[in-house]
């Protein structure tokens, strides 16, 4: 695969838009949709996260993968609401319902910036790693979110009035936490190199405490594979 | 109206984010919205546009309706493929089929960061000043596309997991270019401070023979309305 294919496909290989995130799950789709054969483009969005070290992260994962990745940058401090680019503390407890580290309309912004740039390169395929199965609440990780997305954009673009399918993958949706883990290792996904706390210091070391670190170990412990976490000194994690 | 208002609602009004591009059509949705009764809250997202006039105009348009301006900074350069955002030369008429003045996937873009304004906002309504007459082309532009970005947004946030329609408002889509100015017109609308040309100067001021330019001089000419676009000194408007 080459690594700085970027241009609009003039081969007869389907191309992918993965959205990257630097986390455990979408390292994954990534792997898995470089091994159904798709060229992947891997895009990350800069929203004004509070840690460089996601999009590290991001970064690392792509290259591992030998593919070049995009970073569109978009703040969404500018309109606010949640604890995660907001001032607001991120919680160590889920609590009920919908946490306060949901981002306003995350997905359907990924997706929609997703389709931009499948437009762009002619690609026929966006993959997401959302997941119904450890979603914490969150609305747009749900199967009918996606096939609504899925329906608009294929009446948003230029492909759209031409015929051309585009098509949402999302290979994690109904997979549990170890599921994915499980996967990934068996393609060879070097999880060291990914970051999924909510409060990773400058290094993209982990808190060990968040939820987002809690359903990691627990993913690891269930999964039966070595967790390879990068956890900040005094920082035991609690699976 | 207060100037001012940009909370969560706490009062029994309908608030509405519009989405205000500082041209013709958005600021007579604007217009409309108020007419309504809904509280308004225009949004602008600057995505890498040529030039900072656009974003002035919309600033002059909010201020003049006694609204404040959110913007939104995203940089669709770096996905390219548009020549109001990369360095193709702007045509001066209209060809056949979809022209590169496209943005890629553009109005998903746009809807999707209201829909994020609108759930911090808890707002229940988002305008936007699409038409389907004078649409150039433009697939995002359709009645079947806002209804399924509609039923997207739907099943996307908060709002919508807790049983509460969002509405996606489009008062221009069967509306000539004509009717859209005696429309704006009647609600008082000051269409001096709008900027509707491809390749305005740095003072707003419009070429006169863009396609943008054409389509409204000949609006204001089939409205039966004093043109009062502010053109560069030599630059004839050709409608």
Not at 49 to 66: D, I, K
Not at 89 to 102: F, H, K, L, R, S
Not at 220 to 227: E, I, Q
Request: proline share 5%; net charge negative; charged share 20%.
């Amino acid at each position: 695969m080459n690594p700085s294919q970027t241009q609009v496909p003039d081969d007869n290989q389907e191309h992918a838009v993965v959205l990257l995130s630097g986390g455990l799950d979408s390292a994954t789709v990534l792997a898995m949709a470089q091994a159904q054969g798709l060229v992947c483009h891997p895009l990350a969005v800069d929203y004004g996260q509070r840690h460089r070290s996601e999009l590290e992260a991001a970064q690392r994962v792509a290259a591992a993968a030998g593919t070049e990745l995009k970073v569109l940058q978009l703040d969404l401090r500018a309109i606010g609401g949640s604890a995660l680019t907001d001032d607001i503390d991120v919680p160590e407890q889920a609590g009920a319902g919908i946490p306060v580290t949901y981002v306003p309309a995350r997905n359907t912004v990924m997706l929609s910036l997703a389709l931009g740039y499948a437009e762009v390169l002619d690609a026929g395929v966006i993959a997401i790693g959302v997941n119904a199965v450890d979603y914490s609440g969150y609305p747009d990780c749900r199967p009918e979110f996606i096939e609504a997305f899925e329906a608009t954009a294929n009446l948003a673009t230029r492909a759209a009035v031409e015929g051309r399918r585009l098509q949402v993958l999302t290979p994690l949706i109904h997979l549990s936490k170890a599921e994915i883990i499980r996967a990934g290792t068996g393609l060879g996904v070097d999880y060291a190199l990914t970051v999924s706390c909510y409060q990773a210091d400058e290094d993209g070391r982990a808190c060990g405490r968040c939820d987002s670190c809690r359903i990691r170990r627990a993913g690891f412990d269930a999964a039966g594979v070595a967790d390879p976490t990068r956890y900040r000194a005094g920082a035991s994690p609690t699976g």
